[in-house]
């Protein structure tokens, strides 16, 4: 077949509609089944705070020790059966036991989720998402790493080290036994 330039031009034009939907639109990189990551807060009204995130979701289990400024260690245990504990270890130490409705997020929460460009954030170049008006989701776009993501009551977490496959390996987790002899509480 003999090609001339406006045969050309309607074969480029034919297939327009064909290239636009090849071309790529980024989509999030799953959690990872296990890692461990330092995140920042300021929670503006309820000071700052920092926390090691433990996500492991073949045991099931989300886990934060969080350290708000000049107070008390917190523990936040979450378990994919809907129950999260939330205690604070010696002396004083107290327990709030709490029945969620859901999980923890599954590796691929973020399915699904708005692709809303590119960003500078916290000094990263990042893919930008959007999911359910809920979560605004950077990552890194050369390391795929998080750097950031913002909820929508406006709280922002800021993600300082994010390593892959670490586990969690702390009896500290197991609630102590004051979380047990009390009534709990279902919520959401
Ligand atoms: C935290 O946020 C509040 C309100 O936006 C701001 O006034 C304050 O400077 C921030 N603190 C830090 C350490 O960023
Ligand atoms: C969920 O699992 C945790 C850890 O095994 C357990 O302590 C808790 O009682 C369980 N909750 C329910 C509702 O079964
Ligand atoms: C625990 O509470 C008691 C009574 O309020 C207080 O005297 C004590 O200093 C507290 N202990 C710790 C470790 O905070």
């Known amino acids: 077949m003999r090609l001339n330039l406006s045969s050309i031009i309607s074969l480029i034009i ?29 929670l ?13 979701w073949p045991r099931g289990r989300n886990v934060y020790i969080i350290q708000k400024q000049l107070s008390d260690l917190l523990y936040n245990v979450e378990w994919n059966n809907g129950t999260s504990f939330y205690y604070t270890l010696g002396e004083n ?12 997020p599954r590796p691929d929460f973020l399915d699904g989720a708005t692709y809303l460009g590119t960003r500078f954030t916290d000094g990263f170049l990042c893919n930008l998402w959007e999911k359910l008006d809920f979560i605004w989701y950077y990552e890194d776009v050369q390391t795929k790493k998080p750097v950031r993501w913002d909820f929508s009551d406006g709280i922002s977490v800021h993600v300082m080290t994010f390593e892959v496959g670490a586990v969690l390996h702390d009896p500290l987790i197991q609630a102590p036994s004051y979380c047990f002899n009390q009534d709990t509480y279902a919520k959401g």
């Open 14 to 42: 034919l297939a327009l509609p064909w290239l636009q939907f090849c071309e790529t639109v980024p989509v999030p990189t799953p959690w990872p089944e296990r890692f461990h990551a330092l995140t920042y807060k300021n």
């Open 44 to 56: 503006s009204s309820d000071g700052l705070q920092i926390a090691h995130q433990w996500y492991d």
């Open 93 to 104: 130490g107290s327990c709030d036991v709490v029945h969620y409705g859901i999980g923890i």
